[in-house]
């Protein structure tokens, strides 16, 4: 969306990708096999990431509006194509009028949302940390580390670099997810990046799979074409990749994912049943006495690439006292 003027035109760019989604994701499914029943897309897949926008240019331009026709397009698609539809994308909110969100969601085969996550760590958006107070307020706990139960298992969302924060898969796999579905934008290579490290590491420590679609190019913006790159990946709950995508657009990241063998797997004794041996009481105290990152810090501060560089520094500044 960087090279788009206004809103119309970006709207027009964002379905007119949903036709061309459609159209690869139908012959995807032709060519992979009917049985195919859950697709996850990449991180930003409508609109790649803000560069040079402020964040109300941003706002106005490229985040979705809760019930706006974008929605209603990715609707109609789903139910055509009959799946279980997971994406990313940048979303407002009327509790929050003057700040967007970075939103992963998931659509059932008729079309309805099933589940909405906001994206809890980033180093330049907005997220439900930074307004913690009144966004409890709003929608609750609960809200924060949602999970969905379906025929095809319990589903949950986790976007972009939250992978990178084990709480975060923990909290939803303490609420039973079962598969954790990981739209992302990461810079992909072909060595053992800390990203890499992380999706795995999220698989083997929760016993569950993980679906991570990665960006595979940007057009249309600033960046090279190939900064994304691919590599997207399907993980089993031990930690092995079942599936990868080389560079570029690909089909090729598809896997079955075996439900009832996860199931067994959980309910074993031994060593490797690494849920069950979980013994959260013995960190419960050390969390609940430090703060790092602060929350709250938009209630009062404009929501801009230097407010959260401020924000970043002093906790840094406040880690080497305490920490380093």
């Not at 974008?70 to 509790?95: C, K, W």
């Not at 934008?185 to 800390?194: R, Y």
């Not at 913006?221 to 570029?248: C, F, H, K, M, W």
Request: aromatic share 8%; net charge negative; charged share 20%.
């Amino acid at each position: 969306m960087n090279a788009s003027s206004d809103r119309d035109d970006a709207e027009a760019i964002m379905l007119a990708s949903l036709d061309q989604i459609e159209r690869q994701l139908s012959a995807s499914i032709d060519h992979i096999g009917r049985d195919v029943t859950l697709v996850v897309m990449p991180e930003n897949f409508l609109t790649g990431t803000p560069l040079t926008e402020t964040l109300v240019e941003w706002r106005d331009k490229a985040a979705l509006e809760i019930d706006g026709r974008v929605y209603e397009a990715i609707s109609g698609m789903v139910q055509r194509l009959q799946i279980y539809f997971s994406g990313n994308v940048y979303e407002t909110d009327p509790h929050f009028p003057d700040l967007y969100f970075k939103t992963s969601f998931i659509m059932g085969p008729n079309g309805d949302l099933m589940l909405r996550y906001r994206q809890l760590n980033s180093a330049y958006s907005p997220t439900p940390h930074d307004v913690w107070a009144y966004y409890l307020e709003a929608y609750g706990y609960d809200s924060i580390f949602p999970v969905v139960k379906t025929n095809i298992g319990n589903l949950a969302c986790i976007s972009g670099e939250d992978m990178a924060y084990p709480e975060v898969a923990r909290c939803l796999t303490m609420r039973g997810a079962e598969v954790l579905l990981h739209s992302t934008a990461d810079i992909a290579s072909p060595q053992l990046t800390s990203r890499r490290v992380a999706k795995l590491a999220r698989a083997a420590e929760n016993m569950a799979y993980v679906v991570s679609a990665n960006a595979a190019g940007s057009t249309g913006g600033l960046l090279p074409e190939q900064t994304y790159g691919g590599s997207s990946v399907v993980i089993d709950p031990r930690g092995q990749i079942l599936a990868e995508a080389g560079a570029g657009e690909s089909l090729a990241a598809h896997a079955d994912i075996d439900l009832n063998a996860l199931r067994i797997q959980r309910q074993r004794t031994g060593q490797g049943n690494l849920l069950a041996r979980q013994r959260f009481e013995l960190y419960a105290e050390s969390y609940a006495r430090h703060s790092v990152y602060p929350p709250n810090t938009l209630l009062s501060e404009v929501a801009e690439r230097n407010h959260f560089v401020r924000t970043q520094q002093a906790s840094i500044d406040k880690l080497k006292k305490e920490v380093f």
